[in-house]
């Protein structure tokens, strides 16, 4: 018997590459699929190990993981070992930032050498590779050539597309949003300083957080906003899918300062509910650039300037960007993405398996 095996790990909320990943599982055609999925890699390690014990008589034909970790590349090098014939492939939505000596340092280059590493691996041996970007496949395609790169961006669910119309008599209460997971790496802490720059000119700016965040990262933002005197803000920590758009209804600005990132889903989500989005400028955004504000990366200053700006000429900046960016999002599906990058996955299994 023969089957497809899914496998990744990680704690985070289902967004983002977790969310295309277990999409790809739940819409995979074949009747015969395992996922191993679990919150540490580990824990991943050890029901892998125990599903092999346990179905001998099964044989892995193809293989799919969820992220670009070389820990996680390694495990698909070893099962390539006993199974040869085996077809892999996994996602490649960015590149982590050179690391920068001082506090951290180890982490970050540890971080960025297990994504370098296993970036290139799986440029060499994978049967294909899918991203949502042209950057990344113009740098897959440096490593190999001949490497197939699939291009597909899954953005807004069907169901939760309300019509332009009514998005402009939206009432929105809240003038900057940051909505993701409440990361150094996706700008939470460049989030704050921004926010309290601002309250100290503006008081009356009204400020949302929401997304996954640890206890100590919670504990971080109350103390700042104490030690600030900073109010008139609303935090929601693993906040649902209803509460989010409710949030996203709300928001005239959305304000991402991640440095490293694929195209976030956060992106078309806001721009289906007419937000204007202002982020930090990313190679990976090469394919977007027309449809936020952009802010050199890492610089606080002029992303606090942009905010400023972007409030004061609300309705301006509303009319120029918004339009333009949900006839955007309307244009990518997550739900048809995540049909095409299995398509094409399945159609290049059978030229490799016909070439045999």
């Not at 503006?202 to 949302?208: A, F, H, M, P, T």
């Amino acid at each position: 018997m023969t089957l497809t095996l899914f496998l990744g790990h990680g704690k985070t909320e289902m967004r983002g590459g977790p969310a295309i990943f277990m999409s790809i599982y739940r819409q995979w055609p074949e009747k015969e699929k395992y996922i191993v999925y679990e919150k540490s890699y580990i824990q991943s390690v050890k029901k892998l190990v125990s599903f092999l014990r346990n179905n001998r008589n099964k044989k892995v034909l193809t293989l799919i993981l969820e992220n670009e970790y070389f820990t996680e590349v390694f495990l698909a090098l070893l099962l390539k070992i006993f199974y040869r014939n085996l077809t892999i492939y996994g996602p490649a939505y960015h590149i982590p930032s050179s690391p920068v000596y001082g506090k951290g340092f180890i982490n970050s280059l540890v971080h960025y050498l297990d994504y370098r590493l296993g970036l290139w691996f799986m440029a060499i041996i994978y049967s294909g590779i899918y991203t949502e970007n042209s950057y990344m496949k113009n740098y897959i395609k440096g490593l190999n050539p001949k490497q197939r790169v699939i291009v597909e961006s899954p953005g807004i669910k069907g169901e939760n597309i309300i019509p332009l119309g009514e998005l402009k008599n939206y009432k929105r209460d809240i003038d900057l949003l940051y909505l993701t997971s409440m990361t150094k790496n996706k700008g939470i802490y460049d989030f704050l300083n921004v926010a309290n720059q601002i309250q100290r000119k503006y008081n009356n700016v009204k400020i949302g957080i929401a997304g996954y965040s640890s206890p100590a990262v919670l504990d971080y933002i109350e103390n700042f906003m104490k030690n600030n005197n900073m109010k008139n803000i609303e935090i929601y920590p693993n906040i649902n899918d209803t509460d989010k758009y409710k949030l996203y209804s709300r928001s005239k600005i959305y304000v991402l300062p991640s440095v490293e990132d694929g195209i976030p889903i956060t992106f078309y989500e806001a721009w289906s509910y007419g937000v204007v989005v202002i982020a930090y400028h990313l190679e990976t955004y090469s394919d977007i650039k027309d449809y936020f504000i952009q802010v050199e990366k890492g610089n606080v200053q002029e992303l606090t300037d942009k905010c400023i700006e972007a409030c004061r000429n609300y309705n301006q900046t509303f009319s120029t960007l918004v339009e333009n960016s949900y006839n955007y999002s309307l244009n990518h599906s997550f739900s048809n993405g995540i049909d095409n990058i299995i398509k094409q996955i399945m159609e290049n299994n059978d030229m490799i398996r016909r070439a045999r």
